[in-house]
């Protein structure tokens, strides 16, 4: 759920918008919205971080006319910094009179993330991974029941000679439930 907060430097104002996101293109929506809300701010700086953290799918900061390095990217390290993936920041300014000169820039818009992080309710991630198992007919109930018992899903079941069941689950609990599997009998054919 996205969060605002607001902070405050040398009479400068930082509101700082935070929400998940997973699209570039959604993001770039709520900056527009953002922008609306705010017609008359001096500066609207961002920061996106869109996948895992420790290796993201699209990583990208703009410091919207603050001087280069000031605002987007001080705000994209602390989310990196803090391990938090598929997020974006949005960080409001109005100017209060006073210049902040670079350093004290750098720490506005990283406090005006942090608080927003305080306000935010993180969620961890856990991968789902996609397999297809395959089994007798006599052990589908059982290979139903215990995917279920893993925190899985059972999809669509395609039937033979013998039974074979897609299946996704978080990443893991599949050593765990192969494990089971195997040690009950079943002959586990996986196919990612």
Known sequence: MPVVAETEEKKSRFICWLGPVTDKAAFLCQLETVRARYPDAS???TALVIGNPGNPEV???DDDGEPGGSAGRPMMELLLKQGIGNVGAIVTRYFGG???GV??????????VAAGLQSAELETHVPIMSVKITCDFAGESR???LVSQSGGTCGEAHYSDKVRVAVSLPQDQWSQ???KLLSEGFSVQEET
């Open 43 to 45: 500066h609207h700086c």
């Open 59 to 61: 990583m990208q900061f």
């Open 98 to 100: 006073t210049k902040l």
């Open 103 to 112: 350093g004290g820039l750098m720490r506005a818009y990283r406090g005006a």
């Open 143 to 145: 290979l139903r029941f």
């Open 177 to 179: 439930l192969r494990e």
